[in-house]
């Protein structure tokens, strides 16, 4: 059974930094694309960054430069390094395994985690 927890979300203020982390278990997070995701209250859950099997990643165009997708092996644990946030970035963020591509889109995998609230607010 694939298991995603994420933690580290919280109360920052604008300019601040926050690290998510997303532990797996059931599930390799090297030999599977793993991304976070967000959703802000009244609108569509989005992307905000994948890392691939390969190690290679990609970003929303909101969050390039600010935000850092990595990894650790050892602990099978993904992590969002958020830098300079912003209230916009105000939202619940998941962590989901299993990305896949279709038409030069990516998409969702099966598996999700639970969810960790980061509200950005002075």
């Known amino acids: 059974q694939v298991q995603l927890v994420e933690s580290g979300g919280g109360l920052v203020q604008p300019g601040g930094s926050l690290r998510l982390s997303c532990v797996g278990s059931g599930i390799s997070v090297s030999g599977n694309v793993m991304g976070w995701y967000r959703q802000a209250p009244g609108k569509q859950r989005e992307l905000v960054a994948a890392i691939t099997s390969d190690g290679s990643t990609n970003y929303a165009d909101s969050v390039k430069g600010r935000f850092t997708i990595s990894r650790d092996i050892a602990k099978n644990t993904v992590y969002l390094q958020m830098n300079s946030l912003e209230p916009e970035d105000t939202a619940v963020y998941y962590c989901?395994?299993?990305?896949?591509?279709?038409?030069?889109?990516?998409?969702?995998?099966?598996?999700w985690g639970q969810g960790t609230q980061v509200t950005v607010s002075l």
């Open positions: 989901n395994a299993g990305l896949f591509v279709r038409r030069s889109r990516w998409l969702a995998g099966d598996s």
